[in-house]
C-alpha cells in the first residue's frame, strides 16, 4: 500500500533552519506531484508548497516564499522540505502529499495520499 513518512521535524530556536523528509513508498514517485501542507493548533491545514513530478516546476505559499524550498529525488523517492528563518508563526504539524491528477497544487482536496505529519515547533 502507499506510504508517506515524513521526518525531521523538531524544535527549533526563531531564525533556525529545519529539513523535512517525505519517503513515499507503494507508488510510482515519479508520477506524482509531492506537496507539503502544515496544521497548527486551533486552525484549519493550509498549504505550505508543491513540486510537480519532475521537479522542474515549484509553488509556494506567499508566507514561506524566499524562506522554504521544495525538493524532491527521484532515486530515492523522497521530498524535501528546507526550512531557514523560522519564525513562530511557522510552528504547526507538517503533512506531506502526493497527487497523481494535477501537476501543481494549493488544494488539499487534489491530493490522493498523505503522511501522518511532523510536528515543527518555533519558539522565539
Partial sequence: QVQLVESGGGLVQAGGSLRLSCAASGLTFSSYAMGWFRQAPGKEREFVASINWSGSSTYYTASVKGRFTISRDKAKNTQYLQ??????????????AAASRFALSSISTSYDYWGQGTQVTVSS
Fill in 83 to 96: 526550512m531557514s528563518s523560522l519564525k513562530p508563526e511557522d510552528t504547526a504539524v507538517y503533512y506531506c
